[in-house]
């Protein structure tokens, strides 16, 4: 009786599973008469559902895959352009007028595909095409068919088209075989630091925030402790080591010199960069970094070395050497050894590329008491505008950008930039060391807006950008709480900083439009640098 209901039960069973099998297909039929349905509809009006700003024919409606391939194909014959496959010429979208209403977007694109930040990067202003790359545009032009391959034996060592295999896989270019960080370095050009759509970072990002070190050692100068790691494809790296709690504030008696440089600052405006846009600071990630086996047992730093202990509660400390808190009383101890930090791509060897360094004109002052000019001449900027390498070209602009940015992550530290010296004053500037950011989210220091206020001018690219992330729904705090939401470390700020970007973009808008309003000539506050485009 038992076996016959046994077998009873099974039968049953089988024929629920086919019964559920064929409603499956039914469906997968339904879907499939359904679509070239839709399609015939969609031609015949016209409208095809594409992404806010991007036109019919545009290579970017291709998939991720094809974009990709088309990149690697790109570089085959030289270090490439990443420009011709990102922003095709004509591809375009030519908009004569870019009210209010417009850059709001497509909402209903924005809720349908449920990435706000895809939706961004697809609005017309994200897709301004840039100049023609050519090869004096490049900051490296490499020989097409060298070649470079990790050997067999484990032993992590590189070897060139000397030693490697002649024939690469079918499909393969000599691109290929370089590691993300060469690909990074291989892709700077005159105009910026990595393109919009960039298939390398991904990548790039999760090999800084996984792949095995095999070096740690102390980076020299700085103010405070900073370390060098080094990866098994010779890939360089800087890590920063987590110093505040995310929900610690700067206390106000700090002077913005004697601040801690956070490393989730770091992370963050990495972020904050490319969501305006400029994609001037090199990528950053979080790391869990363990102290014990990849810092103290691998460091061939001395120094470094003999600053290690094991504190009361059993964690594994160090402070190295440095000017500000590297002490005993400031040592860095993780739990037990783990240690939260920032890790950050390392720009090429100053050997090999060149950069120069600019003290800011509206450096502070770095003292307790005295102030700098532009604090004391309202009229400093003239004087700016007057001396070189201001008093042409878009540098200033450029600084202005940098201005924005600052303020909008609260960073008071910015007393040089660099530039890439093989392109001269044409070319973009590098936002460098932004640790001291993040600070203070219930203080906006509108002193760090000086020079937009001063010089009333600003990009009508950047104003239009920043007009866009205060409308929703590109809100800037939502963009970059869900870039950083993919961080290893995440969360990576406290809701507090995010609700206060909103804030201050507020009065960066609010500054130009007071710059506006006294203006005699708006196209001097508003600088057209986009032409025909917007």
Known sequence: MRRRLQTLVQRKFKILLLLLLLLALLLHLAMDLALPTARRLWSSDGKAP????????????????????????????????????????????????????????????????????????????YNIPMPEVTDKDKL?????MEKFSLQSSGSDEWVSSSKAEAILPTGKTAYDTYPAWLKFHVGINRYELYPRRDPLMPTLLHDLATMRIV???????????????????????????????????????????????????????????????????????????????EIRDITTDKKLAKTFFISPAGNVCFYGECSYYCSTEHALCGKPDQLEGSVAALLPDKALAKRRSWRSPWRRSYHKSKKAEWELN???????????PYDRGHRLL???????????????????????????????????DNGRGFGRHSHDEMSILAP????????????LRLQLLATRPYLLSELLREALA?????????????????????????????????????????????????
């Open 452 to 463: 937009l206020q001063q010089c009333c001018s600003i990009k009508k690219s950047t104003y």
């Open 378 to 388: 309202p009229n400093y900027c003239a004087q700016v505008r007057q001396t070189p």
């Open 215 to 293: 070096s740690s050692v102390q980076k020299s100068g700085g103010t405070q402790l900073k370390l060098i790691m080094t990866f098994p494809n010779y890939g360089q790296a800087l890590f920063k080591p987590m110093k505040q709690s995310r929900d610690q504030e700067t206390p106000v008696d700090f002077f913005y010199f004697s601040d801690f440089e956070r490393h989730n600052a770091e992370i963050a405006a990495f972020h904050l960069d490319r969501i305006l846009d400029f994609r001037r600071i090199p990528p950053v990630s979080g790391r869990l970094v363990n102290i014990t086996k």
């Open 50 to 125: 594409r992404a806010s700003g991007t036109v019919s024919g545009s290579p970017l409606l291709a998939g991720p895959k094809k974009l990709s391939l088309r990149i690697l194909q790109d570089f085959s014959g030289s270090n490439g352009s990443l420009e011709r496959s990102s922003h095709p010429q004509g591809a375009g979208p030519q908009i004569k007028d870019l009210g209010v209403q417009q850059q709001r977007g497509d909402v209903t694109q924005a809720q349908t595909t449920g990435s706000k930040l895809a939706a961004l990067f697809e609005h017309p202003l």
């Open 140 to 144: 490296f032009v490499v020989n097409p």
């Open 486 to 534: 993919a961080d290893p470390l995440a969360p990576i700020l406290a809701e507090p900083h995010l609700r206060a970007l909103d804030r201050r973009l507020g009065k960066v808008l609010a500054a130009v439009g007071h710059c506006l309003a006294r203006a005699a000539r708006p196209g001097e506050v508003v600088v057209d640098d986009v032409g025909p485009w917007v």
């Open 398 to 432: 450029d600084l202005i950008d940098m201005t924005v940015l600052d303020f909008l992550m609260g960073n008071m530290d910015r007393h040089h930039y660099e530039t890439f010296e093989k392109f001269g004053n044409d070319t973009f500037l590098l936002h460098l």
